[in-house]
C-alpha cells in the first residue's frame, strides 16, 4: 500500500541532497513525519498547503518501513500513518511535482 507525504520545494531539495528528512516543521515538531493515504492525501493538501504552489508528492511504500511506520488516530478519528523514524530517500518508491491549477493541486494517478 502507497502512502504519501507532501514537502514544500525547499524541503524536497534538503531531503534529496542529504539522502534523509526528519520530515517537515510540523514533524519535527510532533516528533514523526506525518504520511497520508490515497484517501487522505487530498484533504491534507487542502487543509495544510491551500494555494502553495511549488510541492512534491512523494510516494512510500507502507510495508517496508516496518515497525518504525504506526497507525495512530488523527483527523476526523481516521487512522493516519505516522513514521517514527527519518525517511529515507531510498524509501520513496516515487516522486513528482504537485502543480497547483486553479486553486486545487493535481494529484493525477496515484499508483
Known amino acids: 500500500m502507497l502512502i ?57 511504500e507502507a510495508e517496508t518501513l516496518g515497525a518504525a511506520l504506526k497507525w495512530e488516530v488523527s483527523r476526523g478519528g481516521a487512522l493516519f500513518p505516522h513514521l517514527f523514524r527519518v525517511l529515507r530517500v531510498t524509501d520513496v518508491a516515487w516522486h513528482r511535482p504537485l502543480p497547483l491549477e486553479n486553486g486545487a493541486h493535481q494529484f493525477g494517478d496515484l499508483s
Open 4 to 60: 504519501y507525504k507532501i514537502f514544500r520545494e525547499g524541503e524536497m531539495r534538503a531531503f534529496l541532497d542529504a539522502g534523509e528528512s526528519a520530515g517537515a516543521p510540523v514533524d519535527l515538531a510532533d516528533g514523526f513525519v506525518h504520511f497520508s493515504t490515497a484517501e487522505q492525501v487530498r484533504e491534507t493538501a487542502a487543509k495544510h498547503f491551500k494555494g502553495e504552489d511549488g510541492l512534491h508528492l512523494l510516494a512510500v
